[in-house]
């Protein structure tokens, strides 16, 4: 499974201004059905771990501060 080295080619990506994954919140987390949202260690915010976003969005839709981003890379119709 291919990691996620470089935060600006990935789909996901998180506001850690926004996030507030450090207080307890862990809903893009519960939500991903393919688990490829993790805590970032040294920062205790959300973060894309694994390249496999099937851009379902879910992560989106559902976080309360709205700090997470989905980039589609293509328009959907």
């Known amino acids: 499974m291919p990691l996620a080295n ?4 990935v789909p996901v990506i998180v506001d850690e201004d ?5 207080k307890g919140c862990r809903v893009c987390i519960e939500v ?3 688990d490829v949202l993790w805590i970032n260690e040294e920062t205790g915010k959300a973060h ?7 851009y379902c969005m879910p992560c989106e839709a559902d976080c309360p501060t709205d700090a997470v ?3 589609i890379p293509y328009l959907l119709s």
Do not use: T
């Not at 470089?6 to 080619?9: A, F, G, I, L």
């Not at 926004?18 to 450090?22: L, M, S, V």
């Not at 894309?48 to 099937?54: F, Q, T």
């Open 6 to 9: 470089h935060k600006s080619s």
């Open 18 to 22: 926004k996030c507030i994954a450090d």
């Open 32 to 34: 991903c059905p393919l």
């Open 48 to 54: 894309m771990k694994y390249d496999e976003c099937w």
């Open 69 to 71: 981003k989905v980039n």
